[in-house]
């Protein structure tokens, strides 16, 4: 799958719903029955849910950032904030997942090890707050629009931050959840589309600046920032605002931005917020080896 343009080409020529319309490409290219697919995507998603509800009672923490999900639950709990509790929701689950991930917990890399909290953070949040006795089949066919996302993504750019930078890992799960999010609350494949535009856009050039080569600073508080842009840009999406320039399109930019993001910015901890005076302090005191230039 190389075009959401040509996804929903096809599901509209099909009239078949773009769930139905993924799982038909994929199944023809793979030759794995639609319904056994199916059950796989079942079994992710159950996967995911377990990680979610055992980053939750997490209480290992990582070697640069603390328990941060614990506290914006406790935040939420107040009352007395600026973001809606389904906001909040998502974030303190992107947290915690992403902590999770940081102290080698099992997660479901959606699409990477790095941004494993933004996708989950949002469907989960969207359960909590929206799903009804049949949640979890809306939940499977939001997950299949997020993995067809997710593969335009790689064929037509990269999910990988050492190639893209930031963009291509927290940036595409934005997309893809916000894409998610647009679909299964009744959007048209169009608003889809736009969704996955307007969050991918707004993230373009994030580079990838991991403090002492760890997966954890910016990398955590990126998922848990990061389910408010979904979030939004599928709302907007919900509301008839279009991105002028097509998904495909935005992916096509992201691909070349990611060319023009020099290696310091992608993954080798030479340049960012990895060579800050603290962040210096933090890989001294912590004994982690110094990054090299590449």
Same mark, same amino acid.
Request: charged share 20%; with cysteine.
């Given at each position: 799958?190389?075009?959401?343009?040509?996804?929903?080409?096809?599901?509209?020529?099909?009239?078949?719903?773009?769930?139905?319309? *993924?799982?038909? *490409?994929?199944?023809?290219?793979?030759?794995?029955?639609?319904?056994?697919?199916?059950?796989?995507?079942?079994?992710?998603?159950?996967?995911?849910?377990?990680?979610?509800?055992?980053?939750?009672?997490?209480?290992?923490? %990582?070697?640069?950032?603390?328990?941060?999900?614990?506290?914006?639950?406790?935040?939420?709990? =107040? %009352?007395?904030?600026?973001?809606?509790?389904?906001?909040?929701?998502?974030?303190? *689950?992107? =947290?915690?997942?992403?902590?999770?991930?940081?102290?080698?917990?099992?997660?479901? +890399?959606?699409?990477?090890?790095?941004?494993? %909290?933004?996708?989950?953070? =949002?469907?989960?949040?969207?359960?909590?707050?929206?799903?009804?006795?049949?949640?979890?089949?809306?939940?499977?066919?939001?997950?299949?629009?997020?993995?067809?996302?997710?593969?335009?993504?790689?064929?037509?750019?990269?999910?990988?931050?050492?190639?893209?930078?930031?963009?291509?890992?927290? $940036?595409?799960?934005?997309?893809?959840?916000?894409?998610?999010?647009?679909? *299964?609350?009744?959007?048209?494949?169009?608003? &889809? /589309?736009? /969704?996955?535009?307007? +969050?991918?856009?707004?993230?373009?050039? =994030?580079?990838?600046?991991?403090?002492?080569?760890? &997966?954890?600073?910016?990398?955590?508080?990126?998922?848990?920032?990061?389910?408010?842009?979904?979030?939004?840009?599928?709302?907007?999406?919900?509301?008839?605002?279009?991105?002028?320039?097509?998904?495909?399109?935005?992916?096509?930019?992201?691909?070349?931005? $990611?060319?023009?993001?020099?290696?310091?910015?992608?993954?080798?901890?030479?340049?960012?917020?990895?060579?800050?005076?603290?962040?210096?302090?933090?890989?001294?005191?912590? %004994?982690?080896?110094?990054?090299?230039?590449?």
């Amino acid at each position: 799958m190389r075009s959401l343009k040509e996804i929903m080409a096809f599901a509209a020529e099909r009239n078949l719903s773009l769930p139905n319309a *993924i799982l038909s *490409i994929d199944a023809e290219a793979s030759g794995i029955s639609v319904d056994e697919i199916r059950t796989m995507i079942k079994e992710r998603l159950a996967d995911m849910e377990r990680s979610v509800r055992e980053a939750s009672l997490n209480k290992e923490e %990582g070697r640069l950032v603390p328990q941060t999900g614990r506290l914006l639950r406790q935040h939420s709990a =107040l %009352g007395n904030t600026l973001c809606g509790q389904f906001v909040l929701r998502a974030g303190t *689950i992107a =947290l915690e997942v992403a902590t999770y991930n940081a102290t080698m917990g099992r997660i479901v +890399a959606a699409p990477t090890a790095g941004s494993c %909290g933004i996708l989950p953070g =949002l469907l989960f949040s969207w359960k909590e707050f929206h799903g009804g006795d049949d949640a979890d089949e809306k939940l499977t066919d939001a997950l299949i629009v997020a993995g067809a996302i997710g593969e335009v993504i790689a064929a037509r750019a990269t999910l990988a931050g050492a190639e893209g930078g930031c963009q291509a890992e927290c $940036g595409a799960a934005a997309a893809m959840g916000s894409g998610a999010l647009a679909y *299964i609350q009744g959007g048209s494949d169009e608003m &889809v /589309a736009n /969704a996955v535009a307007l +969050a991918l856009k707004s993230i373009l050039g =994030l580079v990838c600046d991991p403090v002492g080569g760890l &997966v954890e600073a910016p990398c955590i508080k990126r998922n848990g920032t990061l389910t408010a842009l979904g979030a939004v840009s599928a709302d907007m999406a919900l509301a008839g605002i279009k991105s002028v320039i097509p998904a495909d399109e935005v992916i096509d930019a992201m691909s070349r931005v $990611g060319k023009a993001i020099p290696p310091s910015l992608r993954e080798t901890s030479l340049g960012g917020l990895a060579i800050t005076p603290t962040a210096k302090e933090l890989v001294k005191n912590l %004994g982690l080896k110094k990054p090299q230039a590449v």
